[in-house]
């Protein structure tokens, strides 16, 4: 074979798995943003309906807890309770905030927002998470709402 057409082979072979590679990379990213979203809309959800500190304690990253004692966690809650009970939620968007190219490196970092109806009125639940041990944990929350801006 000719060398022309030895070297055109191997680029081909290398476009190809890279190509391929950058589709696992993309429904990986896919994935990782729709489990995070599930993960954000349930977590987000019990402690609406609940305000219960040890869920939100069990739920949340040892980056979060290193941040807040239980006392400020108990606070926290008691501040967004004064939304009122959770009537409804509605869409959600997200984004990883570190995707990662190749495995290891940063912790995975995804962040949501999510549209609410509470009985004192409207509200966005935020949630950023963090992949702790292969496990979504919450980094931040908080509930952006006219009735707390008061």
């Known amino acids: 074979m000719q060398p022309l057409k030895i070297i055109a082979s191997v680029l081909a072979l290398l476009i190809a798995l890279a190509g391929i590679y950058l589709g696992f990379v993309a429904l990986r990213q896919n994935a990782q943003l729709a489990s995070g979203e599930q ?9 609406v309906t609940t305000w219960n500190p040890e869920y939100f304690i069990a739920n949340s990253s040892r980056q979060l807890l290193a941040n807040l004692d239980a006392r400020g966690i108990q606070l926290k809650l008691n501040g967004a309770r004064r939304v009122g009970e959770l009537q409804s939620m509605g869409e959600a968007r997200g984004e990883l905030i570190n995707p990662s190219w190749l495995p290891g490196g940063d912790s995975l970092v995804a962040r949501y927002y999510i549209t609410a109806e509470f009985s004192g ?3 966005e639940i935020y949630t950023e998470l963090v992949d702790e041990d292969g496990a979504w944990k919450l980094l931040n929350f908080y509930i952006q709402s006219p009735q707390l801006v008061e």
């Not at 993960?39 to 402690?47: G, L, N, P, Q």
């Open 39 to 47: 993960f954000s809309r349930s977590v987000a959800e019990m402690i």
């Open 121 to 123: 009125g409207p509200g």
